[in-house]
Antibody, heavy 123, light 113 residues
Framework: EVQLVESGGGFVQPGGSRRLSCVASGFPFSNYEMSWVRQAPGKGLEWVSYISSGGTSIYYADSVRGRFTISRDNVKNSLFLQMTTLRAEDTAVYYC????????????????WGQGTMVTVSS | DIVMTQSPDSLALSLGERATINCKSSQSVLYSSNKRNYLTWYQQKPGQPPKMLIYWASTRESGVPDRFSGAGSGTDFTLTISSLQAEDVAVYYCQQYYSSPPTFGQGTKVEIK
């Protein structure tokens, strides 16, 4: 079964850090581009970050650039998001998503999504 | 960034009725080299992650019922549910993947009247 499972969410104080993980199974992880997409409570979807299949091309949304770092371990079929200097507006469910269909780096639709992990930034 | 605008924000229809959701992009998402529209539709039910329904603007994902169809080209797109079922209650999002960053519409909530 093709699956993405996120972990690492929780409560964190403003200015704090958190590391999210996503483990893939059921498909050749190293062949696929991956992204993190978030959804604030009651709001829509916001793309956060992208990483190419080999990890050499990386993009970030303006709202997180300089604070978040995406990475992957193709041996362990894992995707990561290191989040620092967290703000209240980063409170959201964070999804990892498999990218497909792009004609250039950073341009993907998302055909497989994890269940998400909730990050709450509050004092 | 390409701005995606959906309309309406919500709609309530009776079972069996036709639902039409519109999505407009601030610039064309038609790639001239392959004549493909880089536009996808997702369905998100409460408490669940989004699920891809349609890609390339009009190609149904495997396993998606044929009552769902996508149309349009360039900057104007529609998602149609030909006969609304109870299990179609959800929020629907369009997304462009023509250029980075990929961007989503604000969502359209579909309910049963």
């Amino acid at each position: 079964e093709v699956q993405l499972v996120e972990s690492g969410g929780g409560f964190v104080q403003p200015g704090g850090s958190r590391r999210l993980s996503c483990v893939a199974s059921g498909f050749p992880f190293s062949n696929y581009e991956m992204s993190w997409v978030r959804q604030a409570p009651g709001k829509g979807l916001e793309w956060v970050s992208y990483i190419s299949s080999g990890g050499t091309s990386i993009y970030y949304a303006d709202s997180v650039r300089g604070r978040f770092t995406i990475s992957r371990d193709n041996v362990k079929n894992s995707l990561f998001l290191q989040m620092t200097t967290l703000r209240a507006e980063d409170t959201a469910v964070y999804y990892c998503a498999r990218g497909v269909g792009g004609h250039d780096y950073g341009t993907n639709a998302f055909d497989i999504w994890g269940q998400g992990t909730m990050v709450t930034v509050s004092s | 960034d390409i701005v995606m605008t959906q309309s309406p924000d919500s709609l309530a229809l009776s079972l069996g009725e036709r639902a039409t959701i519109n999505c407009k992009s601030s610039q064309s998402v038609l790639y001239s080299s392959n004549k493909r529209n880089y536009l996808t539709w997702y369905q998100q039910k409460p408490g669940q992650p989004p699920k891809m329904l349609i890609y390339w603007a009009s190609t149904r994902e495997s396993g998606v019922p044929d009552r769902f169809s996508g149309a349009g080209s360039g900057t104007d797109f529609t998602l149609t549910i030909s006969s609304l079922q109870a299990e179609d209650v959800a929020v629907y999002y369009c997304q462009q993947y023509y250029s980075s960053p990929p961007t989503f519409g604000q969502g359209t909530k579909v309910e049963i009247k």
